[in-house]
């Protein structure tokens, strides 16, 4: 009994206060040995850290240039990607000019040249035009600001919001990879050493977009969101709404982290104190161009392993039919009373649901449904596209629904592999699968039912 009352007053005096008071005198202390008997030949530098440190972690300025740099970082993707996106796409356009005709010569039957080009070569060179230019963006610029420095300031600014939910500050950095690519993040949540912390930011890494979801995202907002502006102030709405979808994927992270901190993965947050790294000039060859396209080119190379059957699959079902109506409009046909329910239609769930391999497929895939072509299509330009979205009904709502479902559904299928590799178990996995699916699912249902309610629409 008497070890049971010594272990509760351990508990008492183990607070977070005491801690980071404990952390607090012996950073003093150090501080002042180190003045006594250390001599700096370049104080000037350590002076510059400390009064930067100021600015980047402070209270209230911390936040405030935290939203701004990812709204710099968002618009620089955003508006520098469209250019060399489209140029891409014309190009492995003209090469489908010249592949039809060899097919042509060599008299392929219809079906081989519909695998091969029409679902293989257009589904894996869409995944190429449109994820290779953001991440050519991204990639470098994100490295950039990771090795000058700033990086470990997010973590610090963080860590106090972590905490209150019973996560991880580190959570932070992994949640910032996930805006590349999810399946990257969920190994880097290594770097925490705590089990229990390590898996809430693996079941809550898919709440941020990654690459794959930018396509969808951007040509989302840019189309409806963003519609009455053109130039420049066109990029700045379309980034403004991004910034608003990333933050309400963020707000959903510390939500559900919460939850699982008082359900599933019950405990107390682990002390984490960061030393934070001096500022440093990057190493542009080295470290940030070097890194970002190894980073790209993976990244690239995985998505186009998983796209390619994912687009064989699309066109085998477009192109396979039962009486007169195909495999696809028939799902399509099943899946509509739901998808009006939410919101959206039949096409647009059975698109992210072919897109479960890869979430860069699932807007040809929706135009394929949508044009009833048969095979993934590509339209001229962005005024068609959103013609089509029209015809089929698409209003403010929908779009809106779709960019929502697009930010919280389940992780494809590259990173619920990674998932299992990491956990060793189905359960988890499973779990990563049906939490951000019931989310998902819930937030667009609340959002229709109460506009239709309110008459909004």
């Not at 592949?99 to 190429?128: C, E, K, M, N, Q």
């Not at 993040?185 to 979801?213: D, H, K």
């Not at 409009?329 to 039949?346: C, I, Q, R, S, T």
């Not at 001229?380 to 596209?385: A, E, F, H, K, R």
């Amino acid at each position: 009994m008497r070890i049971e009352e010594l272990f509760a007053e351990a508990q008492e005096l183990s607070t977070s206060k005491l801690r980071d008071d404990i952390v607090q005198h012996l950073y003093d202390r150090s501080h002042k040995l180190c003045g006594e008997g250390i001599t700096y030949t370049k104080s000037n530098r350590d002076t510059r850290t400390e009064k930067l440190d100021e600015i980047f972690t402070s209270p209230i300025l911390g936040f405030p240039i935290m939203l701004i740099m990812l709204g710099v970082l968002f618009y620089l993707t955003i508006a520098g990607a469209n250019v060399p996106s489209s140029m891409i796409a014309e190009f492995f356009g003209f090469l489908e000019g010249y592949i039809t005709s060899f097919f042509a010569f060599i008299h392929a039957p219809d079906w081989l040249h519909g695998i091969l080009v029409l679902g293989l070569y257009r589904g894996t060179t869409w995944v190429i035009s449109v994820m290779l230019p953001p991440m050519a963006i991204f990639f470098p610029s994100f490295a950039l600001l990771e090795n000058y420095g700033y990086l470990p300031r997010v973590a610090f600014n963080m860590d106090r919001l972590f905490k209150r939910v019973g996560a991880h500050g580190k959570q932070s950095l992994t949640m910032a990879m996930g805006f590349g690519c999810n399946a990257a993040a969920v190994i880097s949540t290594r770097i925490i050493e705590s089990p229990r912390e390590r898996m809430l930011a693996i079941l809550t890494n898919n709440f941020v977009p990654c690459n794959g979801r930018w396509g969808t995202l951007i040509v989302l907002a840019s189309l409806f969101m963003a519609a009455n502006f053109t130039g420049g102030l066109k990029s700045l709405v379309t980034t403004g709404v991004i910034v608003g979808i990333v933050l309400f994927g963020i707000i959903v992270t510390f939500f559900v982290s919460w939850a699982l901190s008082k359900t599933l993965l019950k405990g107390i947050p682990t002390h984490y104190t960061l030393e934070l790294p001096p500022y440093r000039k990057p190493k542009i060859f080295d470290t940030v161009i070097r890194s970002s396209l190894t980073k790209s080119w993976s990244v690239l190379v995985r998505a186009v392993k998983v796209a390619a059957p994912a687009a064989i699959l699309t066109w085998v079902f477009a192109n396979l039919y039962i009486g007169d109506t195909s495999i696809l409009m028939y799902a399509v046909e099943f899946l509509d009373p739901f998808g009006k329910l939410l919101g959206l239609d039949g096409y647009i769930m059975l698109a992210f649901i072919l897109g479960l391999p890869a979430n860069e497929i699932v807007l040809p895939i929706l135009l394929m449904g949508y044009l009833s072509t048969g095979s993934l299509t590509e339209v001229d330009n962005l005024v068609d596209l959103k013609q089509i979205f029209l015809d089929h009904g698409w209003t403010w709502l929908t779009t809106l629904n779709v960019m929502l479902f697009s930010l919280l559904h389940y992780p494809c299928g590259t990173t619920l592999l990674n998932i299992y590799k990491e956990t060793k178990s189905k359960k988890w996995t499973f779990l990563a699968f049906l939490i951000p699916t019931v989310i998902a699912i819930l937030v667009p249902l609340i959002i229709t039912q109460t506009v239709r309610y309110f008459g909004l629409l």
